[in-house]
């Protein structure tokens, strides 16, 4: 039991050192699984559910059986893992072999070498709800002691992957300000370039630019790249000078 509880603060430790930037999401959903897998007693495979926009998933596996398992739930609406991600609830299947609920979606885990499950909410933001499901091959493995440190071990995750999503959402919305600032500086200087070749105004350039794009069926970000384009690119000479 020490030895397990010394691999359990190591994992926990481990999720604390994860630095952001350095791998991307799905890298640290996998890490999670793994380190949960090396670090709960009787845990033979782990897998992750997650649930954005009421569609379930998984999102990381450490096996093909947990991934066909997962996908069956998701597939029949009902399982261990679909009850503890939408009720933020841990649930608990002691026997698959003898467990009657979920239209005998635990007799297809028995029948795959699994003889009990445990999966525990894993909550990472207000609009993605989960699941951390852990699979072991004998029956009745997850004691008390066990259940209370998968749920220790999710909470320590949950926040792990919601600073991963976070950090994603704000790195996206920053690319896209990037780049609509870019596009809006080459529309600015696209207008530029068609007031002085016909001495037009602002808005009329910007209706040469709306003209252009609706018959091209071309964006008028990309009209306007390539009347930049042209502008800058030196004009042939004519004179054999």
Same mark, same amino acid.
């Given at each position: 039991?020490?030895?397990?509880?010394?691999?359990?603060? =190591?994992?926990?430790?481990?999720?604390?050192?994860? @630095?952001?930037?350095?791998?991307?999401?799905?890298?640290?959903?996998?890490?999670?699984?793994?380190?949960?897998?090396?670090?709960?007693?009787?845990? %033979?495979?782990?897998?992750?559910?997650?649930?954005?926009?009421? /569609?379930?998933? %998984?999102? !990381?596996?450490?096996?093909?059986?947990?991934?066909?398992?997962? *996908?069956?739930?998701?597939? @029949?609406?009902?399982?261990?893992?679909? @009850?503890? !991600?939408?009720?933020?609830?841990?649930?608990?299947? /002691?026997?698959?072999?003898?467990?009657? /609920?979920?239209?005998?979606?635990?007799?297809?885990?028995?029948?795959?070498?699994?003889?009990?499950?445990?999966?525990?909410?894993?909550?990472? #933001?207000?609009?993605?709800?989960?699941?951390?499901?852990?699979?072991?091959?004998?029956?009745? %493995?997850?004691?008390? =002691?066990?259940?209370?440190?998968?749920?220790?071990?999710?909470?320590?995750?949950?926040?792990? #992957?919601?600073?991963?999503?976070?950090? =994603?959402?704000?790195?996206? #919305?920053?690319?896209?300000?990037?780049?609509?600032? *870019?596009?809006?500086?080459?529309? *600015?200087?696209? @207008?530029?370039?068609?007031?002085?070749?016909?001495?037009?105004?602002?808005?009329?350039?910007? !209706?040469?630019?709306?003209?252009?794009?609706?018959?091209?069926?071309?964006?008028?970000?990309?009209?306007?790249?390539?009347?930049?384009?042209?502008?800058?690119?030196?004009?042939?000479?004519?004179?054999? /000078?």
């Amino acid at each position: 039991m020490a030895q397990h509880r010394s691999e359990f603060d =190591d994992a926990l430790a481990r999720l604390g050192l994860i @630095k952001l930037g350095e791998t991307d999401r799905t890298g640290i959903l996998q890490h999670v699984t793994y380190a949960a897998r090396q670090a709960l007693p009787g845990a %033979t495979d782990v897998s992750i559910t997650l649930i954005e926009g009421r /569609r379930p998933h %998984t999102a !990381a596996f450490t096996s093909d059986v947990a991934l066909a398992l997962d *996908e069956l739930q998701y597939q @029949k609406r009902s399982g261990p893992c679909l @009850k503890a !991600a939408t009720e933020q609830t841990s649930v608990l299947v /002691r026997d698959t072999a003898r467990d009657t /609920r979920w239209n005998r979606w635990s007799a297809r885990a028995a029948a795959a070498g699994v003889g009990s499950v445990l999966s525990v909410a894993l909550p990472i #933001l207000d609009d993605i709800d989960g699941a951390l499901n852990i699979y072991a091959r004998a029956s009745e %493995t997850f004691a008390d =002691d066990t259940v209370a440190a998968a749920e220790t071990f999710a909470e320590h995750s949950a926040v792990t #992957l919601a600073n991963a999503y976070l950090y =994603d959402r704000t790195f996206n #919305l920053a690319q896209q300000m990037q780049a609509a600032m *870019e596009h809006r500086a080459v529309i *600015e200087q696209a @207008k530029g370039i068609i007031m002085g070749e016909r001495r037009c105004t602002p808005d009329e350039a910007f !209706a040469v630019l709306t003209k252009l794009s609706q018959d091209s069926n071309r964006k008028v970000r990309h009209i306007a790249a390539a009347v930049v384009a042209r502008a800058q690119t030196p004009q042939l000479r004519t004179d054999p /000078r």
